[in-house]
């Protein structure tokens, strides 16, 4: 049986092993039952580097890693040689090779491919271009490297990353020679005709890599992160099984082998040329900048060849990935015993945020656990977009409320809405037809995460034509969470999950599903001080339960009892023949929604008749607090 050492880092010999024995058509079925069964056990994936905390080159070339990442682009489907013949020539003996699960085709030195023979096999994969999950916060990244067991030293066969390479320089990052799987010390060889030059001899290569020293560096391409100032490696994802299950924008933990051969760039040369690797030379098919977009620097956007695929439903490093199992139901036992005094404390650190607003407090708890379940037409349920209304002007207060939110929750990003902003920022994806990419934008997030829009920053000025379209980019978000995606010739609507959270000193410019405005008891002073006391408090056990709280209470099932339906609806007819303009359908709905959130704040996944009162008591106390605001203010 393979040691870990064998399956970690040379996981091509045990695939080619695999292959020997099965052949291709169960190939991607056996490798990923394998592999699945040696991470099956307990703390098993956390001996496996990640991409996401693990500088690039302290990992070792075709060896096993993970990525935990959102799918923001999907490429067209690639070629590769999956299946090729090699032929010993001391022997003459000839064998099979797996294309798969990796760039290039490659044999020993001792061995050449038969690009000619009739049992070779073509086959395709699809090619995923995937981020680190945009506004993942640093306590979800702190918590998964530290809970991260794998050893990793800096590769000897790796170096630093280098705006050019001479052809010495690549052979010195060729991994080690090892018998039992082929290696890159023999030949690259393509599934096409390789165009690479013929070898030279050690003087032509030092004059060629002198000369193309005091050339120019390439330009650093664009790694088209969603959210600006993210950081962390992009990644191009290979996938050999069917991947209807992935998705745009899906978070995904995907676990293959690493490719980072520096044949697979493109770069320019000092003529202005564009160079690439055999196996993705598109001829004329491709220009230069798709070879960019599609072919960047393996330093910059390493190649993962997805052997294992996990759609995260949640990124809280302190909870099991599958919440189901026996063992994280075991585990969340003593979670759900104590849900009631961790949302008393939690609601009582809310309402110190928000300047000892107790209502106000309630609402940003219920908001902070909201969730699209389902979709009826072009109606999202479940969507409670949050418009915090009276925040105090003049002062740094939706910046300290956002840095407490950011460590609570595992995703969230805060947008300022100035004119320079709006005039300039990429608000929605829009298609680049000459890089043929999908170029990203700030609605490029993935599910339920936290999107905090700070109205007091707005200014007299002038919306440019973006402007405009990103303000009604957003309003469509809030309103209808869905996306339209600039395709130039058409616009297509992607739906999303968004937990949109608006700061304003009056009533938000876009309509919200729910406006609470901001009482406090006495004028605010001293916030600096008052939110460093806040954010001392969070520390501990306390925080991680907390933390907890919110993620597992968001991914609770909901049912509505029959009983309580009739009760609603009796109480619907009721509370509309006394006061119809304060009882629309729209206020129903808007009740149901506070109804159920209040229910799973306290652990309960079906209605009660004691929530159902609470959450009608919570709906008259804001409706008239809205009520009493000057009517330029109010919306209801």
Same mark, same amino acid.
């Given at each position: ?95 099979? +090779? ?23 096999? #073509? ?8 981020? *680190? ?16 067991? &794998? ?26 020679? /090892? ?15 390789? $165009? ?79 160079? #690439?690797? &055999?196996?993705?030379?598109?001829? /004329?098919?491709? /220009?230069?900048?798709?070879? &960019?977009?599609?072919? *960047? ?24 990935? $599958? ?37 106000? &407090? ?40 956002? +840095? ?21 920022? +990429? ?100 916030? %600096? ?9 969070? #520390? ?28 609603? %609806? ?34 309960? #996944? ?14 008259? %106390?804001?409706?008239? +607090? ?11």
């Amino acid at each position: 049986m393979p040691s870990v050492e064998d399956w970690l880092h040379n996981p091509l010999g045990i695939i080619q092993g695999i292959f020997d024995q099965h052949g291709d058509p169960e190939l991607p079925q056996k490798v990923g039952e394998y592999f699945q069964n040696r991470l099956g056990g307990k703390d098993a994936l956390a001996w496996v580097p990640s991409l996401n905390d693990t500088p690039l080159h302290h990992l070792k070339p075709n060896s096993l890693v993970k990525f935990r990442c959102m799918v923001q682009d999907m490429f067209d489907p690639e070629f590769y040689l999956g299946v090729y013949e090699v032929t010993d020539t001391k022997l003459g003996t000839k064998s099979m +090779r797996s294309g798969r699960y990796k760039d290039i085709a490659e044999c020993l030195p001792h061995q050449e491919i038969n690009l000619d023979s009739p049992q070779n096999v #073509t086959l395709d994969r699809q090619t995923l271009y995937c981020v *680190p999950v945009p506004g993942e916060n640093p306590w979800v990244k702190q918590g998964f490297t530290s809970s991260s067991q &794998a050893r990793v030293l800096p590769s000897t066969s790796y170096q630093p990353v280098r705006n050019k390479r001479g052809l010495e320089e690549e052979e010195d990052q060729t991994p080690l020679p /090892d018998i039992s799987a082929p290696t890159s010390e023999g030949q690259n060889c393509s599934n096409e005709v390789s $165009n690479a030059p013929e070898p030279e001899n050690a003087e032509a290569k030092r004059t060629r890599t002198e000369d193309e020293a005091g050339a120019l560096p390439s330009p650093i391409p664009d790694l088209n992160f969603p959210l600006p100032g993210e950081t962390g490696p992009a990644c191009l994802v290979k996938v050999y099984q069917s991947s209807d299950s992935l998705k745009l924008n899906d978070v995904v933990e995907f676990v293959g082998v690493l490719s980072i051969d520096p044949a697979l760039a493109t770069f320019n040369t000092t003529t202005g040329e564009t160079g #690439t690797s &055999a196996y993705e030379d598109g001829g /004329d098919m491709m /220009d230069i900048e798709e070879q &960019a977009a599609h072919s *960047p620097p393996p330093s910059l956007v390493p190649r993962l060849h997805a052997i294992l695929a996990y759609n995260l439903v949640h990124i809280n490093p302190g909870l099991p990935v $599958n919440l189901t199992t026996p063992t994280a139901l075991s585990g969340l036992s003593t979670l759900t015993s104590e849900v009631a005094q961790i949302r008393q404390q939690l609601c009582s650190l809310l309402t110190e945020a928000l300047l000892g607003d107790s209502l106000a &407090a309630e609402y940003l708890l219920l908001h902070l656990i909201s969730s699209v379940y389902g979709r009826r037409d072009v109606v999202a349920l479940g969507k409670f977009s949050l418009n915090i209304s009276g925040c105090p002007s003049e002062t740094s207060y939706p910046q300290l409320l956002y +840095r407490l939110l950011q460590d609570l929750t595992t995703k969230s990003h805060f947008l300022p809405l100035t004119l320079a902003n709006m005039n300039s920022l +990429r608000i929605t994806p829009k298609k680049d037809y000459t890089a043929n990419r999908l170029l990203s934008g700030v609605l490029q997030l993935s599910e339920r995460t936290l999107l905090v829009l700070d109205e007091t920053q707005l200014e007299p000025g002038q919306l440019q034509t973006t402007g405009v379209l990103n303000v009604q980019a957003l309003g469509t978000a809030v309103q209808w969470q869905k996306v339209d995606y600039d395709f130039d010739f058409h616009k297509t609507e992607f739906p999303c999950n968004l937990r949109m959270l608006l700061l304003s000193e009056g009533r938000s410019l876009i309509q919200t599903d729910c406006q609470v405005p901001l009482q406090p008891p006495s004028p605010p002073q001293q916030l %600096e001080r008052t939110f460093h006391r806040i954010q001392a408090s969070l #520390t501990g056990d306390y925080l991680t339960k907390v933390r907890s709280y919110l993620t597992v209470t968001e991914l609770m099932e909901y049912t509505l009892p029959e009983g309580m339906q009739k009760v609603i %609806e009796e109480d619907f007819v009721q509370m509309r023949s006394a006061n119809p303009k304060n009882m629309t359908a729209e206020d129903l709905h808007s009740l149901l929604v506070v109804a159920r959130l209040l229910a799973l704040s306290i652990g309960q #996944t079906t209605l009660s008749q004691e929530v159902w009162d609470r959450a009608k008591q919570l709906e008259t %106390e804001r409706k008239a +607090r809205v009520k009493a605001q000057p009517q330029t203010q109010a919306r209801s």
